[in-house]
């Protein structure tokens, strides 16, 4: 089978790197030939990717209601009668309208749905007050037409993005959209079983990973940390994995706090795991998120979680078992949920335990049979 996966980049991102699980796990396979497609050269993943067949394609296709549509996907196109496969699957919006602007006979497409993508939106009245709006509507109605012509797979992430998906295509496609849960490299963040009473009790380490934007919500945690400290019974330091364009307004509420010692911003890296393997206890603060990959990496590493609730990440905290959701942004609430962690040894081992074993379902392995079947059904 000889299968293309599509993606715009190779940004720091949780869809990004779960192409990157798929195609070295796929790649493994003696039956599989696998080959990645990216849309602009940007790769932060040296360290996943060194091992894989990829291919920079200057296609790209700009839809336009005015008629001034920019279509160009000579490169795509190459490729494809190139490669010949027998699957392509596009990850993001993006590689999605390159790659269907054109279909090939024989070939079985699947769209990722990594996220409630706004352009599938059904028509309402907004639409018509907004040029955005119509835009993504327009977009949508042409990938449509594609869809019904190559019955389409639409693999959802968790259960928020599968209804989102099945809410807004129409019923004939309803039934070609598939759930399966995000996956991780297991091995890769599982280490030997973390213990409290091994934990310095002056200092707690907590860790959040996600790009420093809006919607990952830094801020709240911040304030959480500020409530910790203050209650003067132990030391609780953060450290921040990710980078992006709220990294100045999350450094002024730092300083704000006067927390330079206690908040320290990673920005990217390659040995996310090192740090899970360090820390207490996986903080996440998300409001919105697909999934919620990191979570399960931390599970992997021993961590139990607090995190808020983001939709998608509904499919992965178990309550009382591996994690705490708060349903409300109260950074008092937050706060108390790691303390009743903390300050419970016997609460900590046992959700560290089901972490690590629940974290085991979400391995690569089990996952990329799985797509194989979907592949071939």
Same mark, same amino acid.
């Given at each position: 089978?000889?299968?293309?996966?599509?993606?715009?980049?190779?940004?720091?991102?949780?869809?990004?790197?779960?192409?990157?699980?798929?195609?070295?796990?796929?790649?493994?396979?003696?039956?599989?030939?696998?080959?990645?497609?990216?849309?602009?050269?940007?790769?932060?993943?040296?360290?996943?990717?060194?091992?894989?067949?990829?291919?920079?394609?200057?296609?790209?296709?700009?839809?336009?209601?005015?008629?001034?549509?920019?279509?160009?996907?000579?490169?795509?196109?190459?490729?494809?009668?190139?490669?010949?496969?027998?699957?392509?699957?596009?990850?993001?919006?993006?590689?999605?309208?390159?790659?269907?602007?054109?279909?090939?006979?024989?070939?079985?497409?699947?769209?990722?749905?990594?996220?409630?993508?706004?352009?599938?939106?059904?028509?309402?009245?907004?639409? !018509?007050?907004?040029? @955005?709006?119509?835009?993504?509507? &327009?977009? $949508?109605?042409?990938? /449509?037409?594609? *869809?019904?012509?190559?019955?389409?797979?639409?693999?959802?992430?968790?259960?928020?993005?599968?209804?989102?998906?099945?809410?807004?295509?129409?019923?004939?496609?309803?039934?070609?959209?598939?759930?399966?849960?995000?996956?991780?490299?297991?091995?890769?963040?599982?280490?030997?079983?973390?213990?409290?009473?091994?934990?310095?009790?002056?200092?707690?380490?907590?860790?959040?990973?996600?790009?420093?934007?809006?919607?990952?919500?830094?801020?709240?945690?911040?304030?959480?940390?500020?409530?910790?400290?203050?209650?003067?019974?132990?030391?609780?330091?953060?450290?921040?994995?990710?980078?992006?364009?709220?990294?100045?307004?999350?450094?002024?509420?730092?300083?704000?706090?006067?927390?330079?010692?206690?908040?320290? !911003?990673?920005?990217? @890296?390659?040995?996310?795991?090192? &740090?899970? $393997?360090?820390?207490? /206890?996986?903080? *996440?603060?998300?409001?919105?998120?697909?999934?919620?990959?990191?979570?399960?990496?931390?599970?992997?590493?021993?961590?139990?979680?607090?995190?808020?609730?983001?939709?998608?990440?509904?499919?992965?905290?178990?309550?009382?078992?591996?994690?705490?959701?708060?349903?409300?942004?109260?950074?008092?609430?937050?706060?108390?949920?790691?303390?009743?962690?903390?300050?419970?040894?016997?609460?900590?081992?046992?959700?560290?335990?089901?972490?690590?074993?629940?974290?085991?379902?979400?391995?690569?392995?089990?996952?990329?049979?799985?797509?194989?079947?979907?592949?071939?059904?």
């Amino acid at each position: 089978m000889n299968i293309i996966h599509i993606i715009p980049s190779l940004r720091k991102g949780g869809a990004e790197r779960l192409v990157l699980n798929i195609c070295n796990e796929l790649q493994k396979r003696t039956d599989v030939v696998v080959k990645l497609v990216v849309l602009h050269p940007e790769n932060e993943y040296e360290f996943l990717s060194k091992d894989l067949d990829i291919e920079l394609c200057n296609s790209k296709v700009v839809p336009s209601i005015s008629g001034k549509t920019i279509a160009d996907i000579y490169d795509l196109e190459k490729i494809i009668s190139d490669f010949k496969p027998d699957i392509i699957h596009s990850h993001l919006f993006e590689a999605e309208m390159v790659s269907r602007w054109n279909l090939f006979p024989g070939i079985r497409y699947s769209t990722h749905c990594h996220n409630n993508m706004k352009q599938f939106r059904n028509f309402s009245f907004n639409t !018509l007050l907004s040029k @955005t709006l119509l835009t993504n509507f &327009y977009e $949508k109605k042409l990938l /449509l037409k594609k *869809y019904y012509s190559c019955n389409n797979k639409f693999i959802a992430i968790s259960k928020n993005t599968e209804a989102y998906f099945k809410k807004n295509l129409p019923k004939n496609l309803q039934n070609n959209v598939l759930r399966l849960n995000n996956a991780i490299d297991f091995n890769r963040f599982s280490h030997k079983e973390r213990n409290l009473q091994s934990f310095d009790r002056l200092t707690i380490k907590l860790v959040s990973i996600g790009s420093l934007i809006e919607i990952k919500n830094h801020l709240f945690l911040i304030d959480v940390i500020n409530i910790l400290n203050n209650k003067g019974t132990m030391s609780f330091n953060l450290i921040i994995i990710g980078e992006g364009p709220m990294r100045p307004v999350i450094e002024d509420r730092i300083n704000e706090y006067k927390m330079q010692e206690r908040i320290r !911003l990673i920005g990217l @890296t390659d040995d996310v795991e090192e &740090y899970l $393997k360090e820390a207490d /206890l996986y903080v *996440y603060s998300c409001i919105k998120e697909g999934f919620g990959l990191t979570l399960i990496e931390a599970m992997a590493s021993g961590l139990p979680v607090v995190c808020l609730d983001g939709g998608g990440n509904r499919d992965i905290i178990v309550e009382g078992k591996n994690g705490f959701m708060i349903h409300e942004q109260d950074p008092e609430l937050f706060a108390d949920k790691i303390m009743e962690l903390i300050e419970n040894k016997e609460l900590y081992n046992s959700m560290s335990e089901f972490s690590v074993q629940y974290a085991m379902r979400f391995d690569i392995k089990n996952y990329a049979d799985r797509l194989l079947e979907i592949y071939s059904t």
